[in-house]
């Protein structure tokens, strides 16, 4: 399988793709065509354990890593999880969740960043490149403490995550600034995510940038969703719902349903339209957005536009205005053509915003709809999902939630099973879950998870129990402009 840029360069291998993150004209990796896989092949899926699901749909794209190699990482990825890597919840009667929080940072990014270390050092080796490697990572909240977990200790490499440094939860940065590792750098930014990502990319396109780093025996690469091999690990929990699905006889072979994503970067929900593309069977894929809506205005009316003000909310991992992956999603709308993708971003980054025809939208991408909520509405789901099924909901699946229903509020005669993609554990957001479902106020994060814990009866992950004890270990905050000379004194022996 060969992989091109979005704007034009290409062909590349997929070991390339991964270890160069980002393609040298700034667009991002897609592969040459979707494999298929028939219902046949998902039946075959359907009795196997999650290791050997996900190597199998990764061994679809990447090809220069044999099925067995691709096992071997998948086994001892997702051994590092509390169970099963995806469990499959049923709800209600047609209604699931799809627990994506069981990885050691309790966040669906665990997902692919417990794979893409071995992605790394694999492609490196396949490729023969003894350069150490330079991982940067931008986040609003859950990327960076995944990637610092699926990162920390690796030989040959060093990882830098720049997060907003009052835009991510108390707790999403309590976990990040107390991450130990040899190799390891966290750089809070006076700006919010998309300032990050905005600098992140900007280094990956900067020659200048790129020597300074080669100079002293580095390469850069992307752990952020941009790269290939974050993305491929994220298409194997569709196939895998729709197989446990199959298997707890809650779905016929060949029956379609409904996935709703929230959504900030858009990387979860186009692993979702890969899926389809490859051949799952799927009616909708329902956008959830928060009060920074700028997907559900896309879909609604073809017409991105990320002027307009930023919100804070209790779900910071979607306060974000410019998705990156959407750019995979507008290439296959355009018929492939870099040429249009190439001149839209470049509008977006002049003008902020950029247009596609709205039948062509509607046309190409029919299984996309976008619904956004409000913060009340947000805490409302909490409130009231508590109060009907006695299950916690983190502030970005309970956005999903909130979606979930306004769809059906439009289209109320849908009977097709929906699975709801739960992206984080509750006790990450404790003092927002805590104040929705039991109406107390604690605004320490520690205090809060226990007060939720005693409150609810539920248990505090042992992730989040120990963090009082550790210290803080990275504490440097900067602005924009200083981003590229801090990231380059992580590596150039000035800390």
């Not at 050092?121 to 909240?141: M, N, P, R, W």
């Not at 009052?166 to 990040?176: F, I, L, R």
């Not at 190439?342 to 902020?352: C, Q």
């Not at 505090?460 to 200083?482: F, T």
Request: charged residues 25%; contains cysteine.
């Amino acid at each position: 399988m060969k992989f091109y840029s979005t704007r034009g360069f290409g062909p590349v291998s997929g070991a390339e793709a991964i270890v160069k993150g980002l393609a040298d004209d700034g667009g991002l990796f897609v592969p040459e065509i979707f494999p298929e896989v028939s219902l046949d092949d998902l039946a075959d899926m359907a009795a196997l354990e999650y290791p050997e699901r996900s190597a199998y749909v990764m061994s679809k794209y990447l090809t220069d890593f044999s099925y067995e190699e691709l096992l071997e990482i998948t086994k001892k990825a997702y051994a590092r999880f509390d169970g099963e890597a995806a469990p499959v919840t049923k709800v209600d009667d047609g209604l699931y969740l799809l627990e994506l929080w069981h990885g050691p940072t309790l966040a669906f990014k665990d997902i692919a960043l417990t794979v893409l270390p071995y992605l790394l050092t694999g492609s490196k080796k396949k490729l023969g490149i003894d350069k150490k490697t330079q991982i940067l990572v931008a986040t609003s909240g859950d990327t960076g403490k995944a990637a610092l977990e699926g990162f920390k200790d690796v030989d040959g490499v060093e990882i830098t995550v720049l997060y907003p440094a009052e835009g991510v939860s108390d707790m999403q940065k309590k976990q990040m600034i107390t991450t130990e590792g040899k190799n390891v750098h966290v750089l809070g930014v006076n700006g919010n995510f998309d300032d990050a990502q905005t600098a992140v990319k900007k280094i990956f396109s900067d020659p200048e940038m790129k020597k300074k780093f080669s100079d002293l025996g580095y390469d850069l690469s992307s752990a952020n969703s941009i790269n290939f091999g974050r993305l491929v690990p994220q298409i194997a929990y569709y196939f895998s719902t729709y197989c446990d699905l199959l298997n707890a006889e809650e779905i016929e072979l060949g029956q379609l349903v409904n996935f709703v994503v929230p959504s900030g970067n858009f990387g979860n929900i186009l692993a979702g339209y890969y899926a389809k593309r490859m051949g799952l069977p799927v009616q909708h894929l329902i956008v959830a957005s928060n009060e920074n809506d700028v997907l559900t205005d896309f879909f609604s009316t073809g017409r991105y536009d990320a002027q307009r003000p930023f919100h804070k909310t209790i779900s910071p991992s979607m306060d974000i205005l410019v998705s990156s992956n959407l750019e995979r999603l507008v290439y296959e709308i355009v018929d492939r053509d870099p040429k249009k993708i190439s001149d839209m971003m470049s509008r977006l980054k002049e003008f902020g915003f950029y247009n596609v025809d709205e039948d062509t939208l509607y046309d190409k991408a029919p299984e996309f709809l976008g619904y956004s909520c409000t913060e009340g509405e947000t805490k409302d789901t909490i409130d009231n999902f508590y109060d009907d099924y006695s299950y916690l909901l983190d502030p970005h699946t309970a956005v999903g939630v909130t979606a979930f229903f306004k769809y059906l509020d439009e289209v109320y005669d849908d009977t097709t099973p929906t699975v709801v993609v739960s992206t984080a554990s509750p006790y990450k957001f404790p003092q927002s879950v805590l104040e929705a479902s039991c109406h107390v106020t604690e605004k320490d994060p520690i205090k809060a998870a226990k007060r939720l814990s005693k409150m609810t009866s539920t248990e505090i992950p042992e992730a989040i129990a120990g963090l009082n004890d550790k210290p803080i270990l990275h504490n440097k905050v900067v602005d924009k402009a200083d981003i590229p000379v801090s990231v380059l004194s992580f590596v150039g022996g000035k800390k």
